[in-house]
């Protein structure tokens, strides 16, 4: 019997874990069970900023899969943002060690090209890390945008977003609208080559993003949303798809290497 693909996922950090209140790793469980639901094994990545160590683990694994958390530091895109939008950013409590960490196993994933399944502050960062922009702010800098900041409504559909027919994304969830939970207040502002956003909402924030056509080829599977479909598995085939089709390259990937 084929052994499952293996697929590293990225935590979060928190300040007091359970164990004598030490800094922690933190990860919700329904990325886990995505992912076991979709046919692969979940391994969870090393909190360490070390290359080696990263790159050890990303070439253990199958695919990679970024996960949600605290939001991004803006030195990282935007030195000269307003104090006043500033203080709005809710940074991880370790001192940019999730960054940095985040950071490497990207230039990891596309070093040694291996699929890579991006959620929320995981499509966020997949921008920055090719040079990109974000919206540090929806309320404040596109103050005409919908809410996205729906933290109280999770698991439910909140907006739609129009694909890109298609696109990766079209043949995997079949829609040309797809519904979806909001629970962010952070958005990219523009996909950085080599990207291209196949969704949006009704306001124009980017919400999934894949390589353009002609570097698809570059990588076995990319993709990126500001949504959170492990949250959304229950609601609809559509949702669980994005996983199943990731889990699969994964899959394809490990047969292709032995």
């Given amino acids: 019997m084929a052994r499952p693909p293996l697929i590293l996922i990225s935590p979060s950090f928190e300040k007091r874990g359970a164990e004598f209140s030490d800094l922690s790793i933190s990860l919700s469980l329904r990325y886990e069970q995505a992912i076991l639901a979709a046919g692969g094994l979940p391994l969870i990545a090393p909190a360490t900023t070390d290359r080696v160590s990263l790159a050890e683990s990303v070439r253990r694994t199958d695919g990679v899969l970024l996960t949600g958390g605290d939001d991004i530091n803006p030195d990282l895109y935007d030195e000269s943002l307003p104090a006043a939008i500033r203080k709005t950013v809710n940074q991880t409590p370790d001192g940019g060690r999730r960054d940095a960490m985040e950071l490497t196993l990207i230039a990891e994933i596309f070093r040694q090209q291996k699929p890579v399944l991006a959620i929320c502050r995981g499509h966020q960062l997949l921008n920055v890390a090719v040079g990109g922009k974000l919206i540090s702010d929806i309320r404040l800098q ?117």
């Fill in 142 to 258: 596109r103050p005409d945008a919908l809410n996205h900041r729906h933290t109280d409504k999770p698991f439910n559909l909140v907006h739609s977003v129009t694909v890109t027919p298609g696109s990766l994304f079209a043949r995997i969830c079949g829609k040309q609208r797809l519904g979806v939970n909001s629970t962010h207040h952070q958005a990219i502002a523009q996909p950085a080559d080599p990207f291209v956003a196949t969704a949006c909402s009704s306001d124009g924030l980017v919400e999934a993003m894949e390589l353009r056509p002609e570097m698809a080829e570059s990588m076995p599977f990319l993709l990126s949303v500001q949504f959170h479909p492990e949250r959304l598995v229950q609601k609809g085939e559509c949702y669980r798809a994005i996983f199943k089709a990731f889990v699969m390259a994964c899959k394809k990937h490990a047969a292709a290497r032995i």
